[in-house]
Every structure is written in structure tokens, then in C-alpha cells.
């Protein structure tokens, strides 16, 4: 749930909650739109100024399985460009020799 709809379903305008949390407007403004992030504390003075209990749950968010296997495939592709044994010897144009 976004800032912006705990807002809303609190029948607050963004002055008033901007008030009642003790930031500014042009602050919350920018929470709600995205050019800045509130800190947890910052976040939750917001929640519980409007009327809303906050509950935070952690998730380990991972890559979906497809798009790994996909990033896996690319590495294994770019391994492939290389070879699978070194040269003993490197093989460089000579500059500056005078034929």
C-alpha cells in the first residue's frame, strides 16, 4: 500500500497529513510521487498519522526462475568465447621496427 492511498482512504488531504505527521507538504509531496524515500521511522510517523496501524513484513524477493536461466545461459555463452587453455606465448604486432 502506497503512502499516497493510506492517505486517501483516510479522507485527508496531503496538507493535513502533512500536519498531523510533522513534515512539510512539498515533503510528503515528494514521498508520494517518488523523488524521495522516507525513512522507516519517517514512514511509520506517516502511517500512524493517519489512522493506519503499520505491520512490516520482510520478503526475500528473488529473480524468477525464467530469468535466471537466462543470466545463466549468458555467462555460459560469454565462457565460451574464451579458450579453454592459455597460451604459453602471446602473439603481439611489433611497433616501431624498422623493416
Known amino acids: 500500500m502506497t503512502i499516497r492511498t493510506v492517505r486517501e482512504r483516510a479522507g485527508l488531504s496531503m496538507r493535513e497529513l502533512a500536519r498531523r ?47 535466471r536461466g537466462d543470466e545463466l545461459e549468458a555467462v555460459l555463452r560469454l565462457a565460451g568465447q574464451f579458450p579453454a587453455r592459455h597460451r604459453r606465448r602471446l602473439d603481439l604486432p611489433v611497433f616501431g621496427r624498422a623493416s
Request: proline share 6%.
Open 21 to 67: 505527521a510533522g513534515t512539510s507538504h512539498a515533503t510528503l509531496s515528494a514521498y508520494e510521487h517518488g523523488a524521495k524515500s522516507p525513512t522507516a521511522a519517517t514512514l511509520q510517523r506517516i502511517v500512524r498519522a493517519a489512522g493506519v496501524q503499520p505491520v512490516i513484513a520482510f520478503t526475500k524477493r528473488a529473480a524468477p526462475a525464467s530469468r
